[in-house]
């Protein structure tokens, strides 16, 4: 199954590639690829609320075109605002020097 892809140009100028992932009954997790490539480091993510009639069902998952349609640029903008980075450089285990 291919990926699919879609653009959305950042509020600082940067073309992110936007791919929905682990849809669910209720939500999905909406990923902002960084245009490096290279390396997740700099990928975010956020999570979209669906309201659809899968919603109600939890063993029915909406599926990605479904959610991708639904994806303007406007709602992009809000995820992506609310958005939190897939890696962090900050250490979680607080190591003794």
């Known amino acids: 199954m291919a990926r699919q892809i879609r653009p ?3 509020p600082d100028g940067t073309n992110w590639g936007v791919e929905v992932q ?3 009954a ?5 990923v902002f690829h960084h245009p490096g490539g ?5 990928d975010r993510y956020a999570w979209e609320i ?16 479904k959610i991708m349609g639904t994806l303007t640029d406007e ?4 995820l ?6 897939v890696s962090s450089v900050w250490s ?5 020097t």
């Open 8 to 10: 959305f140009r950042g």
């Open 22 to 24: 682990v849809p669910g």
């Open 26 to 30: 209720s939500n999905a997790m909406i």
């Open 38 to 42: 290279k390396t997740a480091r700099l």
């Open 50 to 65: 669906w309201d659809g009639p899968e919603s109600r069902s939890v063993t029915s998952r909406v599926s990605i075109d």
């Open 75 to 78: 709602k992009l903008s809000g």
């Open 80 to 85: 992506f605002r609310r958005s939190m980075p």
């Open 92 to 96: 979680r285990v607080n190591r003794a």
